[in-house]
């Protein structure tokens, strides 16, 4: 995931060379660095894995936030010590973060972990 630091924000975007979403990255990520597939939209992602508490996560794990008025519609992907790694918008693209950041910890909703 920290290799794609600076990438491009593209909506719907989840190849290297166009640009990445959120949940665009996260697939990129997972496929590209462990061969999983994990698919759809942030929303999809949170309902297809299994929440943790705080003091479970670990890097890796991802991290689902409100933004747009409904759960879980932006995810990130946990990198342990309180930040994360997401695509964040068009000006910014791929960044780091944290979470106890006051936009990021009044929208935060929770962690969760596709490993079993």
Known sequence: ???????????????LHTGFDCSGLVSFVYKESAGMSVRGNAETMARNTRAVSASQARPGDLVFFNTLGHSASHVGIYIGSGKFIHAANEKTGVRVERLDHVYWSKRFEGYRTIFS
Request: aromatic content about 14%; cysteine-free; glycine content about 20%.
């Open 1 to 15: 995931a920290m290799a794609m630091l600076d990438r491009g924000y593209t909506y719907g975007g989840k190849k």
